[in-house]
């Protein structure tokens, strides 16, 4: 556990953590009725639901095909 929270650590330093809240809700539900989702794609559509209300345009991803619906509002960035 120790290395996997050292890990977390540095990550967090190196890149800015988007903030969730009442207003990527609102987001969330909007991206949702454009693009439909269901199970556990509703995770992703958060994660570019936050993206989308913090300006934030790419996303560096080690799994492209879970995003590949919202290219046309994101960047995915491949590892």
Do not use: K, S, W
């Given at each position: 556990?120790?290395?996997?929270?050292?890990?977390?650590?540095?990550?967090?330093?190196?890149?800015?953590?988007?903030?969730?809240?009442?207003?990527?809700?609102?987001?969330?539900?909007?991206?949702?009725?454009?693009?439909?989702?269901?199970?556990?794609?509703?995770?992703?559509?958060?994660?570019?639901?936050?993206?989308?209300?913090?300006?934030?345009?790419?996303?560096?991803?080690?799994?492209?095909?879970?995003?590949?619906?919202?290219?046309?509002?994101?960047?995915l960035v491949a590892v």
């Amino acid at each position: 556990m120790g290395a996997a929270l050292d890990d977390a650590e540095q990550l967090t330093a190196m890149f800015t953590v988007l903030e969730d809240g009442p207003v990527v809700m609102e987001r969330l539900f909007a991206l949702c009725r454009e693009i439909p989702v269901g199970g556990r794609q509703l995770h992703d559509a958060n994660i570019v639901a936050t993206m989308l209300t913090h300006d934030e345009r790419q996303l560096l991803t080690l799994n492209t095909a879970h995003f590949r619906r919202y290219r046309d509002l994101i960047e995915l960035v491949a590892v």
